[in-house]
């Protein structure tokens, strides 16, 4: 049996308090990208565009410790980072026709 207060009163443990702010979560650094062609026809015209979402479908993890398995002080899944803040990679082709 392992007595606490002998543990805390020689230095072995020490006990701290951390202030607001003092951890941060994962950075997002996020590229989407765009780009549109318009074509000409008599006094019609019309447009494709292609549309990135993550452009370089970088991985935006969450914060650790959120959601309803873990952030709970004691438990096996405090602290891990089980989930993502942004889908991946993600592109869309539209045609417009404007007259």
């Known amino acids: 049996m392992v007595r606490h207060e002998l543990l805390l009163r020689s230095g072995a443990i020490s006990v701290r308090h ?9 950075s997002v650094f996020n590229t989407d990208f765009s780009a549109a062609k318009r074509t000409a026809l008599g006094r019609r015209s019309f447009e494709i565009r292609i549309d990135v979402f993550n452009l370089f479908d970088k991985a935006h993890f969450a914060n650790p410790g959120v959601g309803t398995t ?6 096996a899944a405090f602290g891990t980072i089980s989930s993502t803040r942004l889908t991946s990679r993600e592109a869309q082709l539209g045609l417009r026709l404007l007259f």
Do not use: A, E, L
């Open 18 to 26: 951390v202030s607001t702010g003092r951890c941060s979560r994962p």
């Open 70 to 75: 873990g952030g709970t002080f004691g438990t």
